[in-house]
């Protein structure tokens, strides 16, 4: 069965210091991965997507990430924070052969502070 | 604007009653989704749609039912509202199904709140 741990529930850095969001999955096939950003009372935006292809995956607002399939972890990270990174991180998995009918699994969010 | 769009986006209503969450998109997207988030659990899927009058089940319907007979639109109603179903609920579309690794693009939320 599939399912994705984020391992920290919350991070907090300074600005200007570097980001890493960290990521864990399980699925029986190739999986789909994304990370997905939800500033407060907004919707979710995509951050980027791995679909096979690459396994450094870069998104937007400078955020990339890595998939890595021995260690089953797609950890997100990037540079150097900005104030208007705050916001809750989703990592998620989807199965990409569609066994398990169109669905996403997310974790449970890694809301990210930004000291100044 | 293209995008999707919910309404209401805060809604509070007493426990018994019917409630309908509307959404509506504008890129004629094939797939529509309904998730509610809680904390401690992400989002959850509750029903979805492959295209106008074919709906499915996720993984939490009980006590919701949605229809589709437009392609841009899908509401989520709450026959009878528990306070359990109080949550923020997202509506998303895709051009083609998640498991082809497609982007799905979700609305900005509908606060519902069951007392």
């Known amino acids: 069965a599939q399912s994705v741990t984020q391992l920290d529930s919350h991070v907090s850095v300074s600005e200007g210091t570097p980001v890493l969001l960290r990521c864990n999955y399980s699925?029986?096939?190739?999986?789909?991965l994304f990370w997905y950003v939800q500033h407060p009372n907004k919707g979710l935006q995509l951050l980027l997507k791995?679909?096979?292809?690459?396994?450094l995956v870069k998104g937007i607002n400078g955020f990339e990430a890595e998939f890595k399939k021995s260690e089953t972890s797609f950890h997100l990270t990037k540079p150097s924070a900005h104030m208007s990174d705050a916001a809750e991180y989703f990592c998620?998995?989807?199965?990409?052969?569609?066994?398990?009918?169109?669905?996403?699994?997310f974790g449970t969010g890694t809301l990210l502070a930004v000291q100044p | 604007d293209a995008g999707i769009t919910q309404s209401p986006r805060y809604k509070i209503t007493e426990t018994g009653r019917q409630v309908t969450l509307m959404c509506h998109q504008t890129?004629?997207?094939?797939?529509m989704f309904w998730y509610r988030q809680d904390l401690g659990h992400g989002l959850r899927l509750i029903y979805y749609?492959?295209?106008?009058?074919?709906?499915d089940k996720g993984e939490v319907p009980d006590g919701y039912v949605v229809s589709r007979s437009k392609t841009e639109n899908f509401p989520l109603t709450l026959e009878s509202a528990t306070r359990s179903q109080t949550s923020v609920y997202f509506c998303?579309?895709?051009?083609?199904?998640?498991?082809?690794?497609?982007?799905?693009?979700f609305g900005e939320g509908s606060w519902l709140t069951v007392v």
């Open positions: 749609s492959a295209a106008a009058d074919i709906t």
């Open positions: 699925s029986s096939y190739s999986p789909s």
């Open positions: 890129w004629s997207h094939s797939y």
């Open positions: 791995y679909t096979s292809a690459a396994t």
């Open positions: 998620v998995v989807s199965d990409l052969y569609g066994g398990a009918t169109n669905k996403l699994i």
């Open positions: 998303a579309s895709s051009a083609q199904g998640i498991s082809s690794g497609n982007t799905i693009y």
